[in-house]
């Protein structure tokens, strides 16, 4: 059997109970609004990470699109100059067989 408790008793677990709860709540506050900044903090710190693997992967790829420029633009140089030499080697075929027809036809070396 229960004994009824005095007034003040009674009053004084009340205030008890109310400061207990008000001392959880505030705990529980305090620990949401710190799970926030851990929170906030990791969003942030992912967000970074994030952008320098983008950049990376930007660089990377610009890197390599320079590169394949550059070696295309090596390959069209060599093909341009390997088709120079072929001409200039023809041209010089065709004036020594020239000079050598003048020569003979107008005849520079016949007594």
Request: proline letters at 1%.
């Amino acid at each position: 059997k229960k004994k009824k408790r005095p007034d003040q008793e009674q009053k004084a677990v009340q205030i008890q109970a109310w400061w207990r709860g008000t001392l959880v709540r505030r705990t529980l506050l305090h620990a949401a609004l710190r799970a926030c900044v851990i929170q906030h903090w990791w969003k942030v710190t992912m967000t970074k990470l994030l952008e320098d693997k983008r950049r990376a992967a930007l660089e990377f790829y610009a890197q390599q699109e320079r590169a394949v420029v550059k070696l295309q633009s090596l390959v069209r140089m060599w093909r341009i100059r390997l088709r120079y030499c072929h001409l200039l080697h023809a041209v010089r075929i065709i004036q020594v067989y020239w000079r050598w027809h003048n020569c003979h036809t107008r005849g520079f070396f016949q007594g």
